[in-house]
């Protein structure tokens, strides 16, 4: 579970000496742990060890790939990741959120935005509260338990992030009915992210590969250019 600001670490993986100094000030002022790494030699043992809550992390690094290692994050653990970076062609953004990131911010950038991306991703890191006493959701095979935060498909567990799993809460909570690119992106992402419909397209798919069959039903139907309704079986 995300804690609180306060209690939060953040790893800084920048090898720009102006935007680490930039970024850790203004988290520690507000109450944020921070760990910087300057490569990325190192980063997945900082992840693995547990005291990571959120990765910023530039994809132009010394003696790495920014993809390769955003995706062997992602492998590791459901940690929150944040590229920042200078590349700021839609090819690839689709591919770092298809790798596992949960945001893009694009360089130059201003610290209020990152700031506030930060604390969006914190907030749908947390569990939104569920109807009391909710009962399991069952969709065909795969069964939706708010409380627990757990997804299973055939009675097997499957391991969602933070942010697929509120993509298909929110989803869930409305069988039957269209929600649009903007409502979901509100929903999910927050405010101020209506127009990027990207987001929502490459975690629909995300979610289709963990929880439907190949050649089976759809689970989650799609309205082109419109948005996606939750199947109701």
């Given at each position: 579970?995300?804690?609180?600001?306060?209690?939060?670490?953040?790893?800084?993986?920048?090898?720009?000496?102006?935007?680490?100094?930039?970024?850790?000030?203004?988290?520690?002022?507000?109450?944020f742990a921070v760990?910087?790494?300057?490569?990325?030699?190192?980063?997945?043992?900082?992840?693995?060890?547990?005291?990571?809550?959120?990765?910023?992390?530039?994809?132009?690094?010394?003696?790495?790939?920014?993809?390769?290692?955003?995706?062997?994050?992602?492998?590791?653990?459901?940690?929150g990741i944040i590229?920042?970076?200078?590349?700021?062609?839609?090819?690839?953004?689709?591919?770092?959120?298809?790798?596992?990131?949960?945001?893009?911010?694009?360089?130059?950038?201003?610290?209020?935005?990152?700031?506030?991306?930060?604390?969006?991703?914190?907030?749908?890191?947390?569990?939104?509260?569920?109807?009391?006493?909710?009962?399991?959701?069952?969709?065909?095979?795969?069964?939706?338990?708010?409380?627990?935060?757990?997804?299973?498909?055939?009675?097997?567990?499957?391991?969602?992030?933070?942010?697929?799993?509120?993509?298909?809460?929110?989803?869930?909570?409305?069988?039957?009915?269209?929600?649009?690119?903007?409502?979901?992106?509100?929903?999910?992402?927050?405010?101020?992210?209506?127009?990027?419909?990207?987001?929502?397209?490459?975690?629909?798919?995300?979610?289709?590969?963990?929880?439907e069959d190949p050649?089976?039903?759809?689970?989650?139907?799609?309205?082109?250019?419109?948005?996606?309704?939750?199947?109701?079986?």
């Open positions: 579970m995300i804690r609180t600001s306060e209690e939060t670490r953040v790893l800084v993986v920048e090898d720009d000496r102006n935007i680490v100094d930039l970024v850790q000030a203004n988290l520690l002022v507000r109450g760990t910087v790494a300057r490569s990325g030699q190192g980063v997945l043992d900082l992840v693995r060890s547990g005291e990571v809550d959120i990765v910023l992390l530039d994809l132009m690094l010394p003696g790495v790939d920014g993809f390769d290692l955003c995706r062997d994050i992602r492998a590791e653990s459901p940690v590229v920042v970076s200078a590349r700021r062609g839609e090819h690839d953004k689709v591919r770092a959120l298809n790798l596992g990131a949960d945001d893009y911010l694009t360089k130059p950038f201003g610290i209020e935005e990152l700031l506030a991306r930060v604390t969006a991703l914190l907030r749908r890191s947390r569990a939104a509260p569920p109807p009391a006493s909710a009962a399991p959701l069952s969709f065909g095979d795969v069964s939706i338990d708010l409380d627990a935060q757990l997804v299973t498909k055939a009675g097997e567990p499957v391991h969602l992030t933070p942010t697929e799993f509120a993509l298909l809460r929110e989803l869930a909570l409305a069988p039957g009915r269209l929600l649009t690119h903007a409502e979901l992106l509100r929903k999910v992402w927050g405010p101020g992210y209506e127009t990027e419909t990207e987001y929502t397209r490459v975690y629909v798919r995300r979610l289709r590969a963990k929880l050649g089976g039903p759809a689970l989650i139907a799609t309205e082109p250019r419109a948005g996606y309704r939750m199947a109701t079986v």
